[in-house]
């Protein structure tokens, strides 16, 4: 009975063992790094490549989307149009980030809390503009104003390093750079901007 127990132990063992060793075959596949545009990557595998492709063109396409409609008039239909664009181009980079994060666990952790703040904060921001609560103007502004400022901060944490003129700074410069320029813009809107602008009456 005990060498019964004691082969199963065994056989369990090297079960175990053998997981673990292609475990840390996978891991180590995924730090081999490689090149795309002259930004490295930290994996060459195919699956992780075209996932990154996938996030760039995304995130690309929420960063000009985003653009688009702060420039539009709130109440007008492009503002709408590319704030939907903004809203679900977010969303399926958020999907693209997960996996990304799950491919190098735990080394984009804080990638991925950049991405769920973003992604809170425009699910956030379409819903006060569908609900059209009190003050909903404001706190859209906020939110999708936050979201975009967060979607430049991540870009930056991770890519300015290996950017032109970028390069230069240190690592925490690129953490703070995005709110620096991005929080005096919402609050500038905030006064400005008659559907966001503070009445008398707003404060009760």
């Given amino acids: 009975m005990a060498t019964i127990k004691n082969g199963l132990s065994k056989a369990y063992h090297n079960r175990m063992t053998l997981h673990m060793d292609n475990f840390a075959f996978m891991f180590v596949q995924v730090q081999q790094e490689t090149d795309l545009l002259g930004i490295p990557l930290p994996s060459n595998e195919p699956a992780f490549v075209l996932v990154i492709i996938i996030h760039i063109a995304l995130s690309l396409v929420a960063v000009i989307s985003g653009i688009v409609a702060m420039s539009k008039e709130k109440n007008a239909h492009g503002h709408a149009t590319f704030g939907r664009i903004y809203y679900w181009s977010i969303c399926l980079a958020f999907a693209t980030v997960l996996v990304l994060s799950i491919m190098r666990w735990p080394h984009n952790i804080h990638l991925l809390s950049i991405g769920i703040a973003t992604t809170i904060l425009v699910l956030i921001g379409r819903n006060l503009a569908e609900t059209k609560k009190k003050n909903w103007a404001r706190l859209h502004t906020i939110c999708m104003g936050g979201s975009y400022i967060l979607l430049l901060t991540g870009f930056y944490v991770d890519n300015g390093k290996n950017l032109p003129f970028w390069n230069q700074f240190p690592q925490w410069f690129f953490w703070f750079f995005p709110a620096t320029v991005g929080i005096?813009?919402?609050?500038?809107?905030?006064?400005?901007?008659?559907?966001?602008?503070?009445?008398?009456?707003d404060i009760q």
């Fill in 184 to 201: 005096p813009i919402i609050v500038r809107v905030l006064k400005k901007h008659p559907l966001t602008r503070m009445r008398k009456g």
